[in-house]
């Protein structure tokens, strides 16, 4: 598992209004590079996948960045691009400027990577080989053309003018707010959680102005997956090959769309949000529902269908949860109280009895996974006012404070339901925005 990718420390927004945070991004201006750092709340890098060996997946995909020697697969990197961006404009399914414009960026790539010579090389190479992949299997459509070009631009211009960067460091560019991640040996790739968590940070934050405007600027980005909009990776991941989604993601994308309803009193928002919510009902590897006898999990990877992490679950909770109550969206209501009665039956297994499993593998949750996992359910708890969670929530936090002396700080303030205004074509929820119903209790491992 990538369990080095990943900053704990700069967990952005899922679940329940977040704590005032920053994460370190380096901004290309020119060929000089800034620190910006940007407001988030918890939960904004993608957790470890599954093991290896986990249910028979998790297997980890090889690199796809050119092997030193290889000079025939390397001199046509990009090449089933181009043969892809053919065949859109051939059945009309691109526009000539599209094509053009298109065809350009990736010509243009190629020639720096020809020019290039080790780690900008490599990274380089690799966005265009994973680019190859993921048209070779017949998934670059035309909608994803605008996210998978704009990764290649992207990283052209960083490795033909920016610095060498560290493992997992973060990065932007002069005029947008997109952030990107750097994963070694796949260059840079859109960083869809930390993206939308940064929404809700701008939200959390009262900076509604640059809230629009950077929702404005991810909306494009946005790409049809069996009739949801959803926010895709781009890259391999322990395990699954691009495009993929997650419900941490999506949940964060979905929270952040009702909010925006909510504080500009836009339905075409919710409209959005509509549509990026029906990921959580669709079975995965499409959407990232796993129907179970009792109602849905909600999955952290779309890939990985039958690993289960709890706090990622609650998470999504917490998200479907706030979407419903501003909105009083009804497949949203259903989709919370589908995931609330299964999450309450799966709750008993995760507790060891003095700490807390992080999946239904058996791993162990590392301490800041413990304190989030706490914080995911006293928001639930504080929006619900269920017993489970409240008592999960309790009983955790004195798991924490015996096993480490101390409490873990809080990735979240408080949870508070926002004052509810008329959103035009979307009628509110009751007064007290009741989403969820009752569950039942059990301690077996959920499958």
Not at 110 to 131: D, F, M, P
Not at 206 to 234: C, K, T
Request: charged share 15%; aromatic share 10%; proline share 6%.
């Amino acid at each position: 598992m990538r369990r080095a990718i990943f900053f704990l420390a700069l967990l952005a927004c899922v679940g329940p209004v977040a704590a005032a945070s920053a994460q370190r991004v380096l901004v290309l201006d020119g060929h000089r590079v800034l620190v910006r750092n940007e407001p988030l709340g918890p939960f904004a890098n993608l957790p470890p996948g599954p093991a290896p060996n986990a249910a028979g997946h998790g297997a980890r995909i090889a690199k796809l960045s050119p092997t030193p020697g290889a000079h025939a697969a390397s001199a046509n990197l990009g090449g089933v691009v181009l043969r892809a961006l053919r065949h859109l404009l051939s059945v009309h399914a691109i526009s000539t400027a599209t094509f053009s414009g298109d065809w350009n960026t990736v010509r243009a790539a190629r020639a720096s990577y020809s020019n290039l010579s080790g780690t900008r090389r490599t990274e380089l190479g690799a966005v265009l080989a994973i680019s190859d992949g993921i048209a070779s299997r017949g998934d670059l459509t035309a909608p994803r053309l605008v996210p998978v070009m704009l990764t290649i631009a992207r990283n052209r211009q960083w490795w033909t003018t920016g610095p060498l960067l560290g493992a997992d460091d973060r990065v932007s560019f002069t005029g947008s707010q997109i952030i990107y991640q750097y994963y070694e040996g796949e260059g840079l790739q859109l960083q869809m959680l930390g993206n939308w968590g940064k929404v809700n940070g701008l939200w959390n934050g009262h900076s509604y102005a640059q809230m629009r405007s950077f929702i404005d600027e991810l909306i494009p980005l946005g790409v049809n997956r069996g009739g949801a909009l959803a926010w895709e990776y781009y890259f391999p991941f322990d395990g699954g090959e691009p495009p993929w989604t997650s419900g941490l993601s999506q949940g964060s994308a979905v929270q952040a769309l009702a909010r925006a309803g909510l504080q500009f009193s836009d339905g075409a928002f919710v409209t959005l949000m509509h549509r990026a919510a029906l990921v959580f009902d669709m079975n995965a590897p499409v959407g990232v529902r796993q129907p179970t006898v009792r109602g849905n999990h909600y999955l952290i990877y779309s890939f990985a269908n039958g690993y289960h992490v709890i706090n990622a679950f609650i998470g999504s909770l917490d998200a479907l949860y706030d979407a419903a109550y501003i909105t009083g969206d009804p497949m949203i209501k259903r989709l919370f109280h589908l995931g609330d009665v299964e999450a309450r039956y799966e709750l008993p297994y995760y507790d060891t009895g003095s700490w807390a499993r992080y999946s239904n593998e058996g791993e162990t949750s590392t301490d800041s996974y413990m304190g989030l996992l706490r914080d995911f359910l006293v928001g639930l708890c504080a929006r619900t006012k269920t017993q489970e969670y409240c008592t999960y929530g309790k009983r955790f936090t004195t798991y924490i404070v015996n096993a480490l002396g101390h409490d873990l700080p809080a990735e979240e303030t408080p949870y508070s339901a926002p004052q509810l205004h008329p959103i035009p074509g979307v009628p509110t929820t009751d007064s007290n925005g009741t989403v969820g119903g009752s569950g039942a209790g059990g301690a077996a491992a959920p499958r």
